[in-house]
């Protein structure tokens, strides 16, 4: 199933990434190209982890996509995930098997946390979570790539496009592209393991 491939993730977190570096990008833009590569990237990670049993099983998927694969901060919504509202989701939409996508849907958490844990340096590990954390917003007192919104020295409001303050919100650029490397990286290592399994 193309939505359980990694390699196809991958593809397009390169291709994300690799835009960022366009010339004439406001800096919204760029972040968000390097957010969209970080967050494809992880999903290429985690994909990695799957069995061929699992990457085929179309109901997997859907309990997959509801609970990863759609969210823009996939790390923070799938490790911060109640285990019991889980077992509600799931139970309801999967009667019969309910039991057997939670057990895989928790190793694949498991999987995931394993290989972004086995990074030693606390910079880029404080990077990714600054990534994850960052997702489109409407409310208006919320930075957002997206959204105009407000902060102390715009109080009617600010577009994304002129708003000065992604350093110190995410992170110096250069920084964030060396954490995203460092993803992709891994992920690439894993999908070429995945690949030779498959």
Same mark, same amino acid.
């Given at each position: 199933?193309?939505l359980? =491939? ?7 977190a ?5 835009a ?5 990008? +406001?800096e919204?833009?760029? %972040?968000?190209?390097l957010? *969209?590569?970080?967050? /494809? ?7 990695a982890?799957l069995?061929?049993?699992?990457? /085929?099983d179309? *109901?997997?998927? =859907? ?16 490790s !911060? ?8 989701e799931? %139970?309801?939409?999967?009667?019969? !098997? ?5 057990r895989?849907?928790? +190793?694949?958490? %498991?999987m995931?946390?394993t ?11 404080d990077?990714?979570?600054k990534i994850?954390? +960052?997702?489109? =917003? /409407?409310?208006i007192?919320?930075?957002s ?5 407000? *902060? ?8 994304? =496009?002129?708003? !000065? ?15 995203i ?8 290592? *894993? ?8």
């Amino acid at each position: 199933m193309k939505l359980l =491939s990694p390699e196809l993730w991958l593809k397009q977190a390169r291709a994300d990434e690799k835009a960022s570096h366009a010339a004439g990008l +406001t800096e919204c833009h760029r %972040r968000y190209l390097l957010q *969209q590569a970080y967050e /494809k990237g992880v999903k290429a990670l985690a994909l990695a982890c799957l069995t061929t049993k699992q990457a /085929k099983d179309k *109901q997997f998927a =859907s309990a997959l996509g509801e609970c990863f694969l759609h969210h823009h901060t996939p790390v923070t919504v799938f490790s !911060n995930k109640d285990d019991a509202a889980w077992e509600e989701e799931l %139970r309801t939409a999967y009667k019969g !098997n309910w039991e057997k996508l939670l057990r895989e849907l928790k +190793t694949v958490r %498991r999987m995931l946390a394993t290989e972004m844990g086995r990074e030693s340096d606390k910079r880029i590990v404080d990077a990714w979570k600054k990534i994850d954390g +960052t997702r489109p =917003s /409407k409310v208006i007192d919320v930075v957002s790539y997206r959204y105009p919104f407000i *902060q102390d020295a715009y109080p009617d409001g600010v577009a994304p =496009s002129e708003w !000065n303050g992604w350093a110190a919100y995410q992170g110096e650029v250069d920084h964030v592209r060396d954490a995203i490397a460092t993803l992709l990286e891994r992920a690439g290592q *894993q999908v070429k393991t995945w690949l030779r399994q498959t």
